[in-house]
């Protein structure tokens, strides 16, 4: 019994790594629609009574004012194209603020991390998440790199209610597109990172 148990538990993981590695190598080439969060908020709304419609128009690094992108880098991750991925300095104030508080109240993530978590991962904070935020962070360092990382996260990220991506935002905040973003309505974006359906 505990022989077939294990060879159980070791189909079980090769099929995750296996299936996880083409799944990242598979957005590595093309646009990601959907992630976990978006049907989270689908599900919340049919819960409280209404309909919620996703908008998300996917457009490529090429296309997103760099003004946005500065402003994004300097908002949430000043070291992203130094780093491997991770800030460990970061997740150590992180893990020091959540044992003062008795709770997860910070994560200390980089972009990869946020990238990973949005695309792979649900957004509840548990430390068994950010394990598997982790590994896919890994994951996509390896097979993306950082341009392809920053093109997803801007367009997959939550910056409104049923809002995800940077071309829905710009449309939706100041009815313009991505590309033609200036430095101040880029700041004012990227603002809303830290709680987009408040901000």
């Known amino acids: 019994m505990v022989k077939r148990f294990v060879n159980i538990c070791a ?9 996880s590695i083409a799944l990242v190598v598979l957005y590595r080439f ?6 976990p969060l978006m049907l989270i908020r689908k599900a919340e709304a049919f819960r409280e009574g209404y309909s919620l419609d996703i908008h998300q128009e996917w457009v490529n690094l090429e296309q997103v004012s760099p003004n946005l992108i500065c402003a994004v880098i300097e908002s949430e991750d000043a070291q992203f194209y130094q780093h491997g991925g991770f800030s460990f300095e970061d997740m150590f104030q992180a893990y020091l603020l959540n044992r003062r508080c008795g709770y997860i109240v910070a994560g200390g993530s980089t972009i990869s991390q946020q990238t990973a978590k949005n695309v ?9 998440r950010k394990l598997f935020e982790a590994y896919f962070t890994v994951l996509i360092e390896l097979f993306w790199g950082k ?3 920053m093109e997803v996260y801007l367009n997959v990220v939550e910056l409104g209610n049923g809002v ?17 973003l200036t430095y101040t309505q880029s700041e004012l974006i990227a603002n809303r990172l830290p709680n987009p359906r408040i901000y």
């Open 30 to 35: 093309v646009p990601v629609r959907y992630t």
């Open 11 to 19: 189909i079980c993981a090769a099929f995750f790594f296996a299936s």
């Open 120 to 128: 792979f991962c649900t957004p509840h904070r548990t430390y068994t």
């Open 147 to 149: 341009n392809r990382i």
């Open 164 to 180: 995800f991506g940077i071309e829905a935002a710009a449309q939706h905040i100041f009815a313009t597109s991505a590309s033609q």
